[in-house]
């Protein structure tokens, strides 16, 4: 399993609140993949939020779901703290921010 | 580092929920009450059904709601679990009781009923301040929030000593209740209490729904002393049926803390990441529009000469009182109401389903179009009530009244509706290239 499978498998996780799956809002921070191991590091929009239980759980859960034979570990990290910046495109446009400026060549 | 909050240790939906749907009821009533005024509203503020509307919609409407949803912000966002769950819902049982019979004991003018229905109620406040009170003080750290709750909880205690004293008083005739005398309980539990609770509790939610990353409100702590410290004095004042003059400074007095709350607020709406606002910003920023129509309506209440007899003296106080209890204070109430009961029915009934099938998302537990709709019409019955006092139209004011119970029906009837089992509405799908190429 590859880390790019793990993040497209979160991306089927929402913020229950915002209606935007945390892989588009910048939440994930890290994945670490090994022989019989996933290790997920995940921030939310806010140390306060109250849904941050919730969204934290709900990923091991599914990706428990999804990947049998593994072992899934969900951590949290709020260093550095989420920013609007961390948001892709599509997030942002639901959202209702614009585009992120991209950088010229 | 843990999450520094967590709805773990919520409190059942069963002891929440029925404060939101009961509450409206006491607006109904105020709304049919007013609906049936007579013009005797213009002349005197403390004719008997004026006050049995007033404390219908303060206590029945806007307290209830208050206690149901401090109930749940304790333990999940100030960090502290309350001394008993059991207590809570006796206390809910004493309150209602409470409130009805006391409504009917102030139209009715039936003193010996006024005692016992207020002393119902203090038992209802006790119950509810020590159960808030041990949860407030086993929060984790001092935030603006807790703050703000922990002092409103204070006055709230202040305000019903106050109005007890009054109820005995009526009974046993001990000293003459001014107008002054009135209006010192009025503002100890309108700006002490419920203004305290609204600005306290924003400064969670506005950043908390509105995505503000980094919130540092400017004047959170400054707003909270000063609006302390002036209702003190104010009610201290006022309580001596002082001049204009005096009046005056009282109430500019009494307006500083909340308009520099606004200010506060509208810096961090500025700030928001969520540019398009959902029902909860909608009503912070009517409430910011009743807040200023409110001030400017005390101000000149205060250079008026409501507080002696003469034409229609209560006019402005009337048209002050709509602003800021039914704008002011009602209209966030209404837009918080949208949030936490869909997010404790979501918590409770769909989180442990998350990641194992398609749930709905908060916004999906209720309408939005719904929403709007019940804050429009609370909003428009609230400005032809202002209207109506402002230019002593009975026919508006009646009109306004019929309008506010027709919104706290309907908004009762939209949180009935978040009970229904829902479906995910949306199915969403960012594109994998986008995803895979973070």
Known sequence: MKTADIAQLLSNVYDPELGIDIVSLGMLYGIRVGERHIEIVLTTTSADCPMGGAILEGAETYLRSKTSGYEVNVNPSYEPPWAPEMMDDAARRQLGLPPRVKASA | MAARVSPTH?????????????????????????????????????????????????????TTTIMGATYQLAPVVLGGELLSIRAARVQLVVHIAGISWFVWSLFYWNRLAMVG????????????????????????????????????????????????????????GWFPITLGRLSAHAHLGLVGWLGLMVMGVSYQLVPMFSVIN?????????????????????????????????RLIGAVLLSAGPVLWAVDIVRLFRQRSRRRLDIHGHATIVSLVFLGLAVALGLAAATGTP????????????????AAILGFVGTP????????????????????????????????????????????????ATVLLIGGALFAQLVALQVGGVLL????????????????????????????SEVLAR
């Open chain 2, 10 to 62: 919520s409190p059942p939906l069963g002891l929440i929920a029925p404060f939101f749907l009961l509450a409206p009821i006491g607006l109904i009533a105020g709304g049919v009450l007013l609906s049936v005024h007579d013009s005797v509203v213009f002349v005197a503020i403390n004719h008997p059904h004026t006050v049995a509307v007033t404390h219908a919609i303060i206590l029945g409407w806007l």
């Open chain 2, 117 to 172: 229905a207020a002393a119902a109620l203090v038992l209802s406040f006790l119950l509810y301040v020590v159960n808030m009170g041990v949860g407030v003080a086993r929060g984790t750290r001092w935030t603006l929030p807790r703050a703000y709750v922990a002092v409103a909880l204070g006055f709230l205690m202040v305000t019903a000593g106050l109005g007890v004293v009054w109820v005995l008083n009526h009974h046993q």
């Open chain 2, 214 to 246: 980094r919130a540092r409100p400017k004047f959170g702590w400054l707003a909270l002393i000063i609006t302390a410290l002036s209702v003190v004095v104010f009610a201290a004042v006022i309580f001596t049926d002082p001049p204009m003059w005096v």
């Open chain 2, 307 to 322: 507080l002696i007899s003469n034409d229609e003296p209560a006019r402005l106080l009337l048209a002050y009182a709509a």
């Open chain 2, 333 to 380: 109430l209404i837009g918080n109401s949208y949030k936490v009961l869909p997010f404790l029915i979501w918590y409770h009934r769909y989180r442990s389903r998350i990641g194992l099938s398609p749930i709905p998302v908060v916004d999906d537990i209720y309408s939005g179009a719904a929403a709007h709709a019940v804050l429009g019409l609370h909003a428009a």
């Open chain 2, 405 to 432: 119970a027709a919104s706290a029906a309907a908004h009762l009837l939209t949180m009935v509706h978040m009970f229904f089992p829902k479906q995910s509405s949306r199915q969403r799908s960012i594109a994998r």
